[in-house]
């Protein structure tokens, strides 16, 4: 399978098989997964996609502190999803210092095969239709994949910022 025939899906019902593979092959790795929409339990699979879809815009937030973020699966040409990302419309203060605009993954099975930095320059088009101008994206200091990643997508590092746990977090600028 080819990296570059992959695409971006809006989540449905239609993937529930596909989406439930992606979902356990994370689970079986011991992994945190990423981004972090991806942790819920689908076996309720219709509350989880209305979960999704519960903040995408600024009328649906119920909590001050949340920014809307629009969930996308990224399929292969067979279907299958081999990676998830979370485009965040904007940033907070949290997002500013350590989340950035764009949270993704790959499925362990499927990585070092190029699907991340497809992914990546995908997400990149989400924003660019949000309107935004330049958009943040980190990853936790020695992830050297995910660094390279948004490097190869035109990632600036500005800073690293150190979270209440001691995790360093890289944070690097892409103008779009």
């Known amino acids: 399978m080819t990296p570059g025939s992959a ?35 689908p076996a309720d699979f219709g509350a989880m996609i209305d979960f999704l879809y519960a903040q995408d815009s600024e009328e649906k937030l119920t909590d001050a502190n949340w920014v809307p973020h629009s969930t996308y699966w990224l399929v292969d040409e067979r279907e299958d999803i081999v990676g998830a990302v979370n485009v965040r ?8 210092n350590s989340g950035g605009h764009i949270g993704y993954g790959i499925r362990p099975s499927e990585r070092r095969k190029g699907y991340a930095t497809v992914l990546l320059a995908l997400a990149l088009d989400k924003t660019r239709e949000l309107g935004l101008d330049k958009v943040l994206v980190v990853c936790d200091k020695g ?17 690293e910022y150190t979270e209440d746990d001691g995790n360093v977090v890289r944070r690097f600028w892409i103008g779009l």
């Open 7 to 41: 695409r971006l899906v809006k989540p449905s019902t239609d993937y529930r098989r596909q989406y439930v593979s992606f979902y356990e092959d994370w689970r079986k790795s011991g992994e945190d997964i990423v981004p972090w929409v991806v942790e819920r339990d």
């Open 89 to 96: 419309h904007r940033l907070n203060a949290k997002l500013l």
């Open 143 to 159: 992830n050297i994949g995910s660094e390279r990643t948004i490097v190869k997508n035109g990632g600036q590092l500005e800073s």
